[in-house]
């Protein structure tokens, strides 16, 4: 058996997923469905989820209770054989910046059919894993709406409200120089390290907790040390390094409710929201979607699981005049909608 102390730092494979059989989580390979490893002890599950983004056995054996070290030691060498875990292509650890729960209910969150249309896309998630909250899900119908507003040639600018380290912009921008198409970004955030929840209508929709501070599986509550932001510069540096120029990113610090309507594009092509609370979501709706081209899109990565951004999204679009868009859930959390091209009057008419 292969020493498991040592440093090599190893990554699931690609292809790997998560399901559940009865009660028991097991492991797969998309490319082998006949072999489905079950997983007996549950108190090691969650550290098994760091693999996701690359650790060290050792690592992972650290931060369990001693007396299961053994068998999670066991197991990686198993995994390792099977070629489950693979060698990390990086030779640093990718920082862990939530918490292992996060990672593994959001690997869990089965995406092997996206891996089988669309491995390349995997592997540009994988690369921007640790500076988005959003998943996979979320990250493959940004990239196939910047592809549509491309050949459907809506034109417009890339909006996100919301951006924290920047990896969704990351995808965004890699799809377009992909396109050969240049867009104006527009990125708006507080760039101040940290956010909470704003008022008494925030929170997660879908667990029963009160109001802010909640952990959830978006990652951690509002109050933990690892729901910090980004510096302006560092997410300038991130989204430079991805060859987009620089005189197409427009970075727009400050709480929306202060910024808009000053700093506002003409045209929208794509709108991103994702502040998570309902004052600064009903203000970049209120601004910004009157903005957005007839058959444009309008991703909102926090309905129905943020409980202020869902309820600025119904409130607004029940507003007279409004015409509400067919929101269609992406997984966990997050809706996609296209704007209709026709308004109320159009119909009358
Ligand atoms: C969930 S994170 C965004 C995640 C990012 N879109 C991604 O794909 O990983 C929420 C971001 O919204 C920003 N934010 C929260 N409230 C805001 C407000 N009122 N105005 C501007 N930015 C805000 C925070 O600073 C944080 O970076």
């Known amino acids: 058996m292969a020493d498991s102390s040592d440093g090599t730092l190893l990554k699931f494979a690609s292809g790997v997923f998560w399901s559940w059989d ?28 760091r693999f996701y983004s690359g650790a060290t056995a050792q690592e992972v054996a650290d931060s369990i209770h001693a007396d299961s070290r053994g ?80 050949h459907s040639q809506i034109e417009g600018d890339i909006v996100e409200c919301g951006v924290w380290r920047g990896g969704s912009m990351e995808l965004a921008a890699k799809k377009l120089l992909s396109l050969q198409e240049i867009r104006d970004l527009w990125l708006y955030d507080t760039y101040d390290l940290s956010w909470r929840d704003q008022g008494s209508e925030d929170g997660l929709e879908f667990l029963d907790v009160e109001g802010s501070g909640s952990a959830g ?43 808009l309507p000053r700093y506002t594009p ?43 951004a869902t309820k600025a999204v119904d409130e607004y679009f029940s507003r007279k005049g409004n015409v509400r868009p067919l929101f269609s859930r992406l997984d966990i959390q997050g809706a996609i909608a296209v704007k209709p091209a026709l308004d109320i009057q159009d119909r009358r008419g």
């Open 71 to 150: 068998a999670l030691l066991g197991l990686i060498e198993e995994w390792k054989e099977k070629e489950l875990l693979v060698l990390s292509d990086t030779d640093a650890p990718r920082p862990s910046v939530r918490s292992p729960i996060f990672e593994l209910l959001r690997t869990l969150n089965s995406y092997h059919d996206i891996e089988h249309r669309d491995p390349e896309f995997v592997e540009e998630y994988l690369g921007v894993a640790t500076r988005t909250y959003s998943s996979p899900a979320l990250g493959y119908a940004l990239v196939n709406a910047i592809e549509y507003v491309h």
């Open 217 to 259: 599986p978006d990652g951690p509550g509002s109050d933990s040390p690892d729901r910090v932001g980004v510096s302006v510069g560092e997410v300038q540096q991130t989204l430079l390094a991805t060859g987009y120029p620089e005189s197409s990113m427009k970075f727009i610090p400050g709480y929306v409710q202060n910024v």
């Open 22 to 49: 009865e009660d028991k989580l097991c492991l797969g390979k998309a490319d082998r469905l006949t072999d489905i490893w079950r997983i007996d002890s549950p108190e090691i599950l969650p550290v098994l989820a």
């Open 266 to 308: 003409k045209q929208i092509a794509l709108l991103r929201l994702d502040t998570d609370d309902y004052d600064s979501t009903m203000c970049e709706l209120v601004h910004l979607y009157p903005k957005l081209q007839k058959s444009g899109v309008l991703l909102v990565d926090d309905y129905g699981k943020q409980s202020g």
